[in-house]
Every structure is written in structure tokens, then in C-alpha cells.
Nanobody, 121 residues
Framework: QVQLVESGGGLVQPGGSLRLSCAASGSISSIYTMGWYRQAPGKQRELAAVITSSGSTNYADSVKGRFTISRDNAKNTVYLQMSSLKPEDTAVYYC???????????????WGQGTQVTVSS
């Protein structure tokens, strides 16, 4: 009922920047929190950043000051601007949202398919 499509991943050198985008589509009544998680090889998936429908944000300590999350509610899209990238930022980045489908009374958690970010020289 709700699909998330991510874009913007790729290979970047240390110190570089990337911008991830994630668009939600489908029969959506309301979108609440949107965010990005990441999973490095051999590690558990972890929160990178989240943003509420009112614009409040929360970041993992490891990305504070380097990553900026934002959203365009009119487009049902969330962005993650990543700067000063480090090799340890290498991971698959997953978009997630809590959204209420049309005709439903509760919200559900949805995940995108993931986009690879590799930071290497």
C-alpha cells in the first residue's frame, strides 16, 4: 500500500558529500515520522537520522554535525544530506516511514529497499 523508493547512493571519497532521497507513494492518508537507518557489513541496522511530521529531528551521535535530514511534505519525500563522509559511513542506507494507508485507522512501518553508500579513496 505504501512504497518507498530511495536514490542517491554511490561511491564517494572521504571528505565528500552525497544526498539521499526517498519518495513515498501509494494510497497514503498520512505520513508521520520519516527517517534513515544504515547497516554496515557484519553489523546491526542502526538509526542515522529521523524527522517528525512537524520537522523535529534526531541524529545518531556518529553523524551529528555532518548529516542533515529534511523532508518535503508536499512530495512525501525525505532527504539525507551527508557531508564530511568517512569510511565508517559505508553502509546500506534504508529509508523508513510510519504512514497510515487510505482506509486504515492505524499507521504502519514501511522500509525501502536500501541504497549503497561507499566511502573510499
Amino acid at each position: 500500500q505504501v512504497q518507498l523508493v530511495e536514490s542517491g547512493g554511490g561511491l564517494v571519497q572521504p571528505g565528500g558529500s552525497l544526498r539521499l532521497s526517498c519518495a513515498a507513494s501509494g494510497s497514503i492518508s498520512s505520513i508521520y515520522t520519516m527517517g534513515w537507518y544504515r547497516q554496515a557489513p557484519g553489523k546491526q541496522r542502526e538509526l542515522a537520522a529521523v524527522i517528525t511530521s512537524s520537522g523535529s529531528t534526531n541524529y545518531a551521535d556518529s553523524v551529528k554535525g555532518r548529516f542533515t535530514i529534511s523532508r518535503d511534505n508536499a512530495k512525501n519525500t525525505v532527504y539525507l544530506q551527508m557531508s564530511s563522509l568517512k569510511p565508517e559511513d559505508t553502509a546500506v542506507y534504508y529509508c523508513t516511514t510510519t504512514a497510515r494507508p487510505v482506509g486504515d485507522f492505524v499507521g504502519y512501518r514501511y522500509w525501502g529497499q536500501g541504497t549503497q553508500v561507499t566511502v573510499s579513496s
